[in-house]
């Protein structure tokens, strides 16, 4: 399933888990994506949008 934001395109970021001993392993930071009605072109369609996007009104709730 694709971690992405389908109005801004905000995806996964990538970096290291560095523990105490200094072991390094690769991880990712998921955006925080929740899955809303959004009116688009008239029609209500259910798209999986970051929660800035929705904080921001770039999404018309419906």
């Known amino acids: 399933m694709a971690q992405v934001c389908e109005?801004?395109?905000k995806g996964p970021q990538f970096g290291n888990n560095i523990s105490h001993a200094h072991?390094?392993?690769r991880r990712r930071w998921?955006?925080?994506l929740q899955s809303?009605?959004?009116v688009t072109n008239g029609a209500t369609k259910r798209?999986?949008?970051c929660?800035?996007?929705i904080k921001t009104g770039k999404v018309v709730k419906g």
Do not use: E, Q
């Open 7 to 9: 109005l801004c395109g």
């Open 23 to 25: 072991n390094v392993t």
């Open 30 to 32: 998921n955006p925080n």
């Open 36 to 38: 809303v009605k959004s």
């Open 47 to 49: 798209v999986k949008v």
């Open 51 to 53: 929660t800035s996007c």
